[in-house]
């Protein structure tokens, strides 16, 4: 499996960038067993060309390590540079055993490769700014890590710039990528030391990160990722994020070109897992979907082609495992996204028991200031209203009980009227809320006869969706969830494909189909996903639905 990778590099530089000659930086022409050009060669080491191997071109340097003494390991040449100037330098390596790794030398000792990222090129980087105009040394030394076992070969290509000439850029690229290419760009904030990521394959091995940034500075990195599953994390050790309040850091990733994913309001971390396949599709599916699926985008790739309860299962494989954030997190996250940017676009909270769309809203709630706390009528405050009540899943079990998908902003009376009742259409009211929310006796023809809570129209989709996702999400679990509530059994069917009664699948899926995803719902799954790592399915692919439970 074949992922290179190549290493940060500041777009932002304080001199403009040079290229210095390196002479056989390819490893294409040999005299003997000697590389042209590298003339320090140490006695800890041999050197062979080697056409098994390559980055580019048709041969690499295979490097023999037969000692641990570090003092006798180094593969230098020498470079002319030019005062004030700026030089990016790289080399591309490649482990076969994984227990010994390179560092890059340019003029002194630098940066190390990953020594467990075997069997696969990777590459490692330095900016170098001359402090006088002259020739420096630049190369590798190679260091014996546990395990060794007193001789390993280390392959090297591409030990770059390898032609003269001026000008900018970001250095590097992806070189003949035969993957997947994959694009990293990072902008800093006013505190970039507590900035830190990382990107780490489906067994957990780190394949690129990043630390130590500079403050108001952009980077990127280019990668050529090869199929299977990834997971970005990027952390804020002080826990602000990187943005807004001091400085506007964010960050993206693409995919062939297309972004997947994006953000920069987080607390300590934010997690993205995505896959990469033959056919990428691109995407993380942000957006409201409609595509068929056989291309679904990155994200969402395992489950093409699938239909009925089979893609509901690969849904849940796709979404399952989120980094849970806590049930205290969800007051961030109603500050920075559960905001009103789409009716009266005031910043209130957007509570969708107390939102009138059509008008003004009959109260506002300030963000933080407003959060329950006690109440004794509408209007007092705002909290967190579980659009499926946690008894339903047994109380205050994680993850189920903290999961920002299905828990919403609302007034906290209005959340306390409905209660653990399940959704429904109301015949006969018995409590009708400052917007039109009700709460009363089923309506006739609805297949449930108790007590129901009806939310406005402008939100019966946003909540079903919710279920949907609830019933994905948790398809693991949620069949034993039904005895739990004599409101959860009405609701429950005590599976794990269909999940609901019939009665409440036909509602939801009406509520579903009558009000469409809307951008509200958009930004909303994007946040989440920066949140907690897993995006709504069914807002990305409303099609979902139908293609999983019918029409």
């Known amino acids: 499996m074949k992922k290179v990778l190549t290493a940060l590099t500041s777009l932002a530089l304080l001199s403009p960038v040079a290229l210095a000659q390196v002479e056989n930086g390819e490893f294409e022409n040999w005299t003997g067993n000697t590389p042209d050009g590298w003339t ?46 700026s030089y990016d330098f790289s080399a591309r390596i490649y482990h076969t055993e994984g227990n010994v790794r390179a560092r890059l030398y340019v003029n002194g000792y630098y940066g190390y490769s990953n020594e467990n990222l075997t069997n696969q090129w990777q590459q490692i980087s330095q900016s170098y700014t001359a402090s006088s105009t002259g020739t ?86 280019e990668l050529c990722l090869a199929d299977g599953d990834y997971t970005f994390q990027i952390n804020d050790s002080y826990g602000d994020g990187i943005c807004c309040g001091y400085g506007s850091g964010a960050y993206s990733f693409d995919v062939d070109g297309t972004e997947i994913f994006a953000g920069g309001e987080f607390n300590s971390t934010a997690t993205h897992s995505f896959t990469v396949g033959s056919n990428n599709g691109g995407g993380t599916g942000g957006g409201t979907g409609g595509g068929s699926n ?30 849970n954030q806590g049930y205290g997190a969800l007051w961030t996250f109603y ?56 008894s339903w899943f047994g109380g205050k079990i994680e993850p189920m009980n903290s999961d920002a998908h299905h828990i919403f902003a609302t007034d906290g009376y209005v959340n306390a009227q409905r209660g653990s009742f399940p959704y429904g259409e109301v015949g006969s009211a018995t409590y009708t809320s400052s917007n039109g929310s009700k709460l009363g006796s089923a309506a006739s023809g609805l297949g449930y006869s108790g007590t129901v809570f009806e939310p406005i129209d402008e939100f019966k989709g946003d909540l079903a969706r919710a279920y949907f996702y609830m019933a994905t999400r948790y398809e693991d679990v949620i069949s034993g969830w ?35 995803v809307s951008q509200k719902e958009i930004d909303r799954n994007n946040a989440a996903e920066l949140h907690q790592a897993n995006r709504n399915p069914f807002v990305d692919h409303p099609e979902f639905v139908s293609s999983i439970w019918g029409n």
């Open 40 to 85: 320090t060669i140490d006695t800890g080491i041999s050197v062979s060309q080697s056409t098994a191997y390559s980055f580019n071109g048709t041969s690499s340097a295979a490097i023999n390590v037969t000692t641990g003494t570090q003092s006798s390991t180094d593969f230098r040449q020498t470079v002319s540079v030019t005062a004030g100037q």
């Open 136 to 221: 420096i040394e630049v190369g590798l030394r190679f260091y014996d890590v546990s395990g060794f076992d007193g001789a390993e070969i280390v392959y090297v290509d591409s030990f770059e710039p390898t032609d003269a000439g001026t000008g900018g850029g970001t250095g590097g690229g992806t070189g003949s990528c035969t993957d997947t290419s994959a694009q990293f760009n990072l902008l800093t904030d006013n505190y970039a030391s507590e900035t830190s990521w990382q990107l780490t394959d489906s067994s957990n091995a780190t394949i690129a990160s990043g630390d130590n940034f500079s403050n108001n500075t952009s980077y990127t990195e």
């Open 294 to 323: 056989s291309d679904l985008g990155v994200y969402y790739q395992t489950a093409e082609g699938l239909s009925g309860y089979a893609l509901k299962t690969a849904l849940h494989d796709i979404i399952k495992g989120h980094s």
């Open 335 to 390: 500050e920075q996204t559960e905001i009103d940017n789409y009716y009266e676009n005031d910043g209130s909270i957007l509570d969708i028991y107390s939102e009138a769309p059509n008008g003004s809203d009959p109260f506002n709630f300030t963000k933080v200031t407003d959060q329950c706390g006690t109440y004794s009528g509408e209007a007092d405050c705002y909290n967190r209203e579980h659009s499926f009540p946690k």
């Open 482 to 516: 039904q005895s739990n509530s004599t409101y959860g059994d009405a609701v429950l069917n005590g599976s794990s494909d269909q999940v609901f009664e019939s009665w409440f699948l036909a509602l939801m899926k009406q509520w579903h189909n009558l009000d469409p």
